[in-house]
């Protein structure tokens, strides 16, 4: 019995598994450049008029700094009416 691989039990296992419906790509397919994606942080629901009132200064100054957090509320339950 040639034992060329000695199986060893706590070595990792790693299986790749590509979905049926993948594309195979031709090597130029392959080599051809593609433009990476970027995520811009530009909020375009985020208002551009907020202003706050400088007691130091007595003037209304422009704020650039808007909060883009953006808070869900989900509550299980049944809301009643009561009179």
């Known amino acids: 019995m040639n034992d060329a691989f000695?199986?060893?039990p706590d070595m990792a296992l790693v299986v790749k598994v590509a979905p049926e419906d993948q594309l195979d790509l031709t090597p130029e397919e392959l080599e051809k450049e593609v433009p990476p994606r970027v995520l811009h942080p530009h909020?375009?629901?985020a208002p551009d008029n907020i202003t706050q009132?400088?007691?130091k200064d007595r003037v209304y100054k422009p704020d650039n700094q808007v909060?883009?957090?953006a808070w869900h509320l989900a509550v299980d339950?049944?809301?009643m009416l009561s009179d």
């Open 67 to 69: 909060d883009h957090t």
């Open 53 to 55: 009132f400088s007691f």
């Open 77 to 79: 339950g049944v809301l």
């Open 43 to 45: 909020d375009p629901h």
């Open 6 to 8: 000695e199986f060893d």
